[in-house]
């Protein structure tokens, strides 16, 4: 069983500045959760007990987030506010929580790989990016669909969302093999195509599951001409060797935060939700 999620929450945040100038954009919110809180929430009740967050520099407001804040409980307490209390306290207590800082943004395999010391050599671990959320209320979540392939397989497996034609600039689209409803097989991972060069209409979203051999592949990887090294670039690599890649087109509604529109109708969605 995993037991463990990586969240590389290290980005710089360009597409949201100035928002994202003094605060990170994981902890901005989403109506009236930060979008890593709703993210931490889907990865405890997938059954995952370890959280390992890589952080940027100047990122100490996730971390302030995640720990107990004994001075607030203690008020909340003593006035009466229960509501309040059980709300702060859930926060802190959902799971065991690790920090590792990534010095400089030199791209999300990079981030990945700052947290490899928390991993068994043997080890498969979730990897859940900050900016994709998805409500799936009715059945599972998004990392629950991801492990009932793995559950199966045994071997890597991507979430995938279907986008427009305009959207393919955006994101990794994947190229398949068979399709059994839901569940694919890739054979293809580009990144960010143009439309005309996009293999199918399935996007990447930014939840994974990784097995030693992606990891082993994602450290031999060199950075490219923007200075980042990519996790795409070792799905790459692991393809061209003629490994299983699987991939879930994704049940529910997703939500890319990272972006402003992306981010009004997560906000829109939560809130109907929450008030
Ligand atoms: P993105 O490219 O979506 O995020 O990275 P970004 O770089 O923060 O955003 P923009 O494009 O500048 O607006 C995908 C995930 O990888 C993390 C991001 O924080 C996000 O969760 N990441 C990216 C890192 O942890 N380190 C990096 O060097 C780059």
């Given at each position: 069983?995993?037991?463990?999620?990586?969240?590389?929450?290290?980005?710089?945040?360009?597409?949201?500045?100035?928002?994202?100038?003094?605060?990170?954009?994981?902890?901005?919110?989403?109506?009236?959760?930060?979008?890593?809180?709703?993210?931490?929430?889907?990865?405890?009740?997938?059954?995952?007990?370890?959280?390992?967050?890589?952080?940027?520099?100047?990122?100490?407001?996730?971390?302030?987030?995640?720990?107990?804040?004994?001075?607030?409980?203690?008020?909340?307490?003593?006035?009466?506010?229960?509501?309040?209390?059980?709300?702060?306290?859930?926060?802190?207590?959902?799971?065991?929580?690790?920090?590792?800082?990534?010095?400089?943004?030199?791209?999300?395999?990079?981030?990945?790989?700052?947290?490899?010391?928390?991993?068994?050599?043997?080890?498969?671990?979730?990897?859940?990016?900050?900016?994709?959320?998805?409500?799936?209320?009715?059945?599972?979540?998004?990392?629950?669909?991801?492990?009932?392939?793995?559950?199966?397989?045994?071997?890597?497996?991507?979430?995938?969302?279907?986008?427009?034609?305009?959207?393919?600039?955006?994101?990794?689209?994947?190229g398949l093999d068979e399709q059994e409803t839901q569940q694919?097989?890739?054979?293809?991972?580009?990144?960010?195509?143009?439309?005309?060069?996009?293999?199918?209409?399935?996007?990447?979203v930014g939840k994974f599951i990784l097995t030693p051999e992606?990891?082993?592949?994602?450290?031999?990887?060199?950075?490219?001409?923007?200075?980042?090294?990519?996790?795409?670039?070792?799905?790459?690599?692991?393809?061209?060797?003629?490994?299983?890649?699987?991939?879930?087109?994704?049940?529910?509604?997703?939500?890319?935060?990272?972006?402003?529109?992306?981010?009004?109708?997560?906000?829109?969605?939560?809130?109907?939700?929450?008030?």
């Amino acid at each position: 069983m995993i037991k463990k999620a990586i969240l590389p929450v290290a980005g710089l945040g360009t597409r949201f500045l100035p928002a994202t100038k003094a605060q990170p954009k994981e902890m901005l919110p989403v109506f009236d959760t930060p979008a890593i809180q709703f993210i931490v929430e889907e990865a405890v009740a997938a059954g995952i007990e370890e959280i390992i967050i890589v952080i940027g520099p100047g990122k100490s407001a996730i971390k302030n987030h995640f720990e107990p804040a004994p001075e607030l409980e203690s008020i909340l307490e003593a006035r009466g506010k229960l509501k309040e209390l059980e709300i702060v306290r859930h926060i802190s207590s959902m799971a065991n929580f690790h920090y590792v800082q990534q010095d400089e943004p030199l791209g999300d395999g990079h981030a990945i790989l700052c947290a490899e010391d928390f991993l068994e050599a043997d080890e498969s671990v979730v990897v859940l990016f900050g900016d994709d959320l998805v409500d799936n209320e009715a059945g599972k979540n998004a990392v629950e669909q991801l492990l009932s392939i793995y559950q199966e397989k045994s071997e890597p497996v991507i979430l995938l969302n279907k986008i427009q034609p305009e959207e393919t600039k955006k994101y990794g689209v994947v190229g398949l093999d068979e399709q059994e409803t839901q569940q694919v097989k890739i054979n293809k991972f580009i990144e960010k195509p143009e439309p005309e060069e996009a293999p199918s209409d399935l996007g990447v979203v930014g939840k994974f599951i990784l097995t030693p051999e992606i990891i082993t592949l994602l450290k031999q990887q060199k950075a490219g001409s923007d200075g980042e090294i990519r996790l795409a670039q070792a799905f790459d690599q692991y393809l061209q060797g003629g490994e299983a890649l699987w991939g879930k087109v994704l049940e529910g509604q997703r939500f890319d935060t990272g972006d402003k529109q992306g981010f009004l109708a997560a906000t829109l969605h939560y809130a109907k939700k929450h008030l």
